[in-house]
């Protein structure tokens, strides 16, 4: 779990920077050849933009590319959408997050 300030943006961004910063982690980690990344996200658009990346909207299109370049190097891997009130922990990391002065690791 992690908490990091983006400063002001839309939940659709706030999602892809999320599995980008996971992916990140993960693909530098020694799990990366020997366990699945399960990610699970609350925001359709994001499950179905890394399942099926062909319709991206432009303004996203490099963060999706850099997230797939990341998920290249991890073996296994997959994303699955969560309906928001089952995804209570993430939600409680972004609100205290708000107003945090630090990143949260």
């Not at 910063?21 to 890394?50: M, P």
């Not at 399942?51 to 850099?66: E, G, K």
Request: with cysteine; charged share 25%; net charge positive.
């Amino acid at each position: 779990m992690f908490s990091k300030d983006i400063g002001v943006s839309d939940s659709t961004t706030a999602e892809l920077l999320a599995v980008r910063e996971a992916a990140t982690i993960y693909a530098a980690s020694k799990w990366c050849s020997s366990s699945v990344l399960v990610l699970k996200c609350d925001n359709r658009n994001v499950v179905k933009w890394l399942t099926d990346p062909s319709d991206v909207p432009w303004r996203l299109r490099a963060m999706v590319i850099q997230i797939w370049s990341l998920l290249a190097k991890v073996d296994k891997w997959s994303i699955t959408h969560i309906p928001r009130s089952a995804n209570d922990m993430a939600d409680t990391l972004a609100k205290k997050g708000v107003l945090r002065p630090y990143d949260f690791f």
